[in-house]
């Protein structure tokens, strides 16, 4: 899968595409990632990139014009494959939406900066929107990484165990369940007897209800679109009164 990132600092990229998963990634010939510099296809010989915005206004506008040929002199015209720009006003960024992406051979990631950038490049280029949270950054490298890292591991190959994101929070609409290793005990605080044996059905078991439990008390909106099964509701269910009526009780005795 190639990875082509349009930035006016291509240069923050390198540091972490050069460690651990990604480099290793990169090396195998797994994953392509393609830097460029925005501002090679300004026209003037300042290199401009931005502008003052019409009807006034704080800030400068990313300009279209550089932004423009960038991405059609490296993806074509039109644009090969899907063009995502990254935005705080975008559609947020979800474990399905990674999975959405890892589906192509290909994407282009516009970064922003300055106050914003011309809305023809939202409109006429961009292909996504995209958002990673509700709060504002000062340019758009960090999710373009946040994008590229999340869509990455999920291509065969790039993890080395193609089974290791099954299980990963959201990937099943649900919470990850609690994890430990060695030693069994830390502290006085033990691993749970269920993980230190083997029988794995019962392992398994644990797993899905923990997950259930972490879902319901860290994100229970998550639950309103989890493929729950009745044994999955019929467990909540018992959860929750068992929560309530341990909750009374500790008021009965205050």
Not at 162 to 184: C, H, I, K, M, V
């Amino acid at each position: 899968m190639r990875f082509d990132i349009f930035s006016l600092f291509p240069e923050v990229f390198q540091p972490y595409l050069e460690i651990s998963i990604l480099k290793r990634a990169i090396q195998n010939n797994l994953i392509e990632v393609h830097t460029h510099n925005i501002r090679d296809w300004a026209l003037d010989r300042h290199h401009t990139t931005d502008d003052t915005p019409y009807g006034g206004g704080g800030g400068m506008i990313m300009k279209p014009e550089p932004v423009f040929a960038a991405v059609e002199s490296v993806l074509g015209q039109p644009p090969c494959c899907p063009v995502i720009l990254l935005c705080p006003q975008g559609q947020p960024f979800t474990q399905q939406t990674a999975f959405e992406l890892a589906g192509y051979d290909r994407l282009g990631l516009i970064c922003g900066r300055y106050e914003s950038f011309d809305e023809r490049i939202r409109e006429h280029l961009a292909t996504h929107v995209i958002s990673i949270g509700d709060f504002i950054l000062t340019g758009g490298e960090l999710p373009a990484l946040m994008v590229l890292d999340a869509v990455a591991r999920l291509k065969p190959g790039v993890l080395g165990d193609n089974e290791a994101t099954s299980d990963d929070s959201f990937s099943n609409g649900l919470l990850e369940y609690p994890q430990y290793t060695r030693p069994p005990e830390f502290r006085g605080w033990s691993v749970p007897e269920v993980l230190l044996q083997g029988n794995h059905a019962q392992q398994a078991r644990w797993k899905r209800e923990q997950s259930l439990i972490r879902t319901l008390l860290w994100r229970p909106d998550l639950l309103l679109k989890a493929d729950l099964t009745d044994k999955d509701r019929k467990f909540l269910e018992e959860y929750v009164a068992q929560r309530i009526a341990k909750k009374m009780e500790e008021t009965d005795t205050d």
